[in-house]
């Protein structure tokens, strides 16, 4: 049995006929298109799955689509143009195949919302449920701190 969910997506009003065991990534990816979130390891894991939900990440794979009712969701493609953190992460060639970077960038978003400055441990700590198994884990450390000076001079 589906039913209507009405929610947010990247600023824009949206609904969805889902099932009550569909995904927020499933709906995401299957209703509208937008693929930067990508499930991989399907448990909440690795973190490419990873949207913000009213400004808090969570792991779409597990987030039920039916619980998005009412809520902000911002996916990776959310604008017209790059943010800063997208910025930095291309100007540290902070990835290789690319297949986890929009989780990163998202939890990048999420942690200088509430650390605009922080350190390289709070960086490694709180990106510590991302993986990326090319180990580009230098250059996103680097892409995080430039992403937070980018911030902090606007």
């Known amino acids: ?7 947010s997506v990247n600023g ?26 990508r499930e991989s390891c399907g448990q909440g894991l690795c973190g490419c799955c990873t949207v913000l939900v009213d400004g808090t990440a969570v792991s779409g794979c597990l987030y039920l689509a039916a619980l998005a009712e009412g809520a902000n969701v911002t996916t990776v493609e959310e604008g017209d143009e790059l943010d800063a953190v997208q910025e930095a992460f291309i100007e540290r060639a902070a990835f ?13 978003r999420q942690l200088l919302d509430e650390h605009p400055d922080p350190s390289e ?12 198994r090319c180990a580009a884990y230098p250059e996103i450390i680097e892409a995080v701190k430039l992403a937070a000076h980018k911030r902090r001079k606007k």
Do not use: W
């Not at 049995?1 to 929610?7: A, E, I, L, S």
């Not at 290789?96 to 990048?108: E, N, S, Y």
């Open 1 to 7: 049995m589906r039913r209507t969910v009405k929610f």
């Open 12 to 37: 824009q009003a949206v609904e969805a006929q889902v099932a009550p065991h569909e995904t927020l990534v499933e709906v995401l990816r299957d209703a509208f298109g937008l693929y930067g979130a």
């Open 96 to 108: 290789q195949c690319g297949f986890c970077t929009p989780g990163f960038v998202l939890m990048t």
């Open 121 to 132: 441990d709070e960086i490694r700590h709180y990106l510590s449920g991302n993986l990326c």
